[in-house]
């Protein structure tokens, strides 16, 4: 998957535009390779030293336990949020990443994953263009999924593209998958989902939430 956008809509403008115009960026595979994707994530690891270090790195409790629902009828609730400290993004992507863990289907073995997985902060928090993060449990499928906001969506899919081979190592072979809709806000995506409802390519309807709730 490679991101052409050469300048995303701010939201409003998106919000005005002729959505047909708006193509969600989907993929499954990484357009890069195994090295260069090592060498981006030792880079973020040490953005992300230096944003513990200057206290950039939160983790609000707002929004955990809120569940969260898709078009495809799936649900999983927040159990954890990542923010960067810094001002709203100028031409923001919403990314959606989804993906099915190999030998992890008992309810304990998914606890321990979610625990565990504070420490894969490292792997992505320092990426340059990171606003946040939303971790969701697991699905009635099994499948994980990450939503983020985004400075652009070509940071976007540097990110997804040294990610994959990440979660290549873990996830079931062909479950990965992931989609970046260029001008829209993540807290828009879930707060006012019919705006991505005309969408070229958003039948697919596995990154598309409808609602979110309380639990």
């Known amino acids: 998957m490679t991101c052409d956008t050469s300048e995303a809509l701010s939201a409003a403008e998106f ?3 002729d959505r ?12 890069t390779t195994p090295w260069d994707a090592a060498k981006a994530v030792g880079h973020c690891a040490l953005a992300t030293a230096t944003l513990l270090a200057r206290r950039r790195l939160h983790q609000p409790r707002r929004n955990v336990g809120r569940v969260v629902r898709f078009a495809d009828g799936t649900s999983a609730a ?3 949020e ?3 400290g810094g001002g709203p993004p100028r031409h923001p992507a919403f990314l959606a990443v989804c993906f099915r863990l190999r030998l992890v289907r008992h309810p304990w073995a998914h606890a321990l994953f ?3 997985s504070l420490l894969n902060t490292v792997l992505f928090a320092g990426f340059p263009g990171l606003e946040s993060k939303l971790w969701l449990r697991h699905d009635q499928g099994g499948s994980y999924r990450g939503l983020y906001e985004w400075e652009t969506p070509e940071l976007a899919q540097a990110y997804v593209d040294a990610l994959w081979w990440i979660l290549a190592l873990v996830s079931v072979p062909g479950s990965i998958r992931f989609a970046i809709v260029p001008g829209v806000r993540r807290d828009e995506a879930l707060n006012r ?7 070229t390519g958003a039948q697919d309807a596995w990154w598309r939430p409808v609602s979110w709730s309380g639990e």
């Not at 047909?20 to 357009?31: D, E, K």
């Not at 019919?194 to 969408?199: A, M, R, S």
């Open 15 to 17: 919000i005005g535009t």
């Open 20 to 31: 047909s115009a708006v193509q969600p960026l989907t993929g499954s595979r990484s357009s």
């Open 78 to 80: 927040v159990y954890r």
């Open 82 to 84: 990542t923010v960067i």
């Open 114 to 116: 979610r625990a565990e």
């Open 193 to 199: 989902p019919q705006i991505l409802d005309g969408l």
